[in-house]
């Protein structure tokens, strides 16, 4: 769980923090109505630094694990203005003009710069390769191909479950480039302002670097048979921006951003209803409705398969967005007790 600072309008209008860590992982809400405290493996307060979040999340721990073949992923999730994009990927994600302070880079960033340090270690055994998609209206769009976006077709196969046909992946062997990749994909992606945060991400950002470590002889003699090879691995990483649940009443839409929040309100309850179904055990779990949006689909492998999963839930300290935090809450408090077979 992060817990952002009070922001200088929330501080301005006077209003009351009803957040608060415990240490130990636990955070407490407290308001008129409402007393509860929920226990999680770790809360960041308004005060953790972003490289806080990095180590103490098991953020690093999840770039070795996809160097060794795993399917990692991690997702900001939470009400729109929580904060998942700053936790992601820093303050100044939609700026070009102005680059974020190294101090404030997020977790992709920061996962990126460990990813390559690594890669160094190792010569080149490590070949990465980058792909972006977003999530719009229930469209597959692809943030790295030139042009202006066009919808994806999301297919699936028996040995690769779903995937996405003709997306462009990317070869980079340097921070800069990667750095580049996410600023320009960043950009394309669609936002609009409205109330409650000024760049609001209207759709779900999927940036996935695939890792693969090349077959290699444990001992460099030239005849090595066979068996003493280490085969090669394929791992991925992939960064899940999720847009902000939102109510309509309080964001002022209307028209396009009302059918957008619709859309973004209908696949982030089709995702809770997947993770409250994959937290019952395993004896009395039923189906998992995983069809039933474009964003279970691509997330079926990380939230119930075969894949490793960091779940971060942002959520603001404000008693104005009390209800929306305790949803964030419980739906984080579930999705803690769903397991996956990595
Ligand atoms: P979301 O992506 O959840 O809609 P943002 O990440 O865009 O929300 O954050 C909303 C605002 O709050 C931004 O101006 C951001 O810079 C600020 N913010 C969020 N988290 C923090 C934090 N931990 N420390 C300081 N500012 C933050
Ligand atoms: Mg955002």
Redesign the pocket.
Known sequence: I?V??L?CTETQRGDQQVVRSLGDGTVHVSAARHDATFGFSAVFD?G?SQEAVFEGSGMRQLVELAIDGFSCTVF?F??????????LMG?FAQSTTQPAAPGLLGLMQRSFACLLQQSRGRGSDLALSASYLEIYNEQVRDLLSPGPPCALPLRWSKTRGFYVENQLSVDFESLETIADLLLQGSQRRRTSAHAL?R???RSHALLTIHILRRAQSITPAPRVPQSSTCPSKQGTLCFV?LA?SERVKETGSSGQLCVEANNINRSLLALGHCISLLAKPRGKRTHIPYRDSKLTRLLARSLGGSGITLMVA?ISPSSRCLSETLSTLHYASRARRVTTRP
Do not use: M, V
């Open positions: 992060r952002r600072p922001t308004a953790a900001a939470g009400q729109t203005g929580s904060g998942k994009t700053y936790t303050p945060n760049h609001s991400s921006d902000g942002c």
